[in-house]
């Protein structure tokens, strides 16, 4: 359970591996966009794919977790602005991590390409194929990828700024315990 200044240890582990395997997807991502087509290209879409239906997986649990255990408050002092600022920032994260596997997902089935999951089973197909929608699907995916890059990389300034300008916990109450 959370403490009340600092995230436990679930928490810990939920985000920590939500962060790395999404820092894996996004050069990912642009390498297998920009291959020759050829079996590192299509071995690189399933792990991607696989990838991101675990993603997926992985942010439903944290979800469920995350409604039972409450994140811990912002310090005192932090302004109103802040507080909305980084609450409005976490839930389009969190929207944007449900949303990209499920582009994805729709934008390969209405490709007729199936998804499986690592070769262990296929996705039911949800969609038809159609040309049109996969293509709609598929540039929602990269403006998805793009505002989730963007965020990420707000998040992470707005946590060395807590821990570098402000100097207080809000940093390390999500990095791993020491001891």
Request: proline letters at 8%; glycine letters at 6%.
């Amino acid at each position: 359970m959370n403490a009340r200044a600092t995230y436990g240890n679930v928490a810990r582990a939920f985000h920590w591996l939500a962060a790395a395997l999404v820092l894996f997807q996004i050069p990912l991502g642009f390498v297998m966009h920009d291959q020759p087509l050829g079996p590192d290209k299509l071995a690189n879409y399933a792990t991607h794919k696989s990838l991101g239906l675990l993603v997926f997986g992985l942010m439903a649990l944290r979800l469920a977790w995350r409604l039972v255990h409450p994140a811990p408050p912002l310090p005192p002092g932090t302004p109103g602005w802040q507080r909305f600022v980084a609450r409005a920032t976490h839930f389009v994260m969190y929207l944007l991590l449900f949303l990209m596997p499920v582009t994805g997902l729709l934008r390969s089935q209405a490709a007729n390409f199936p998804v499986s999951f690592f070769g262990l089973f296929t996705v039911p197909t949800i969609v038809q194929p159609d040309e049109a929608f996969s293509k709609g699907m598929h540039e929602a995916h990269e403006i998805q990828g793009t505002v989730l890059a963007t965020l990420i990389a707000a998040h992470v300034l707005a946590a060395l700024y807590h821990h570098f300008v402000r100097r207080d916990d809000v940093l390390r109450s999500m990095l791993p315990r020491s001891g």
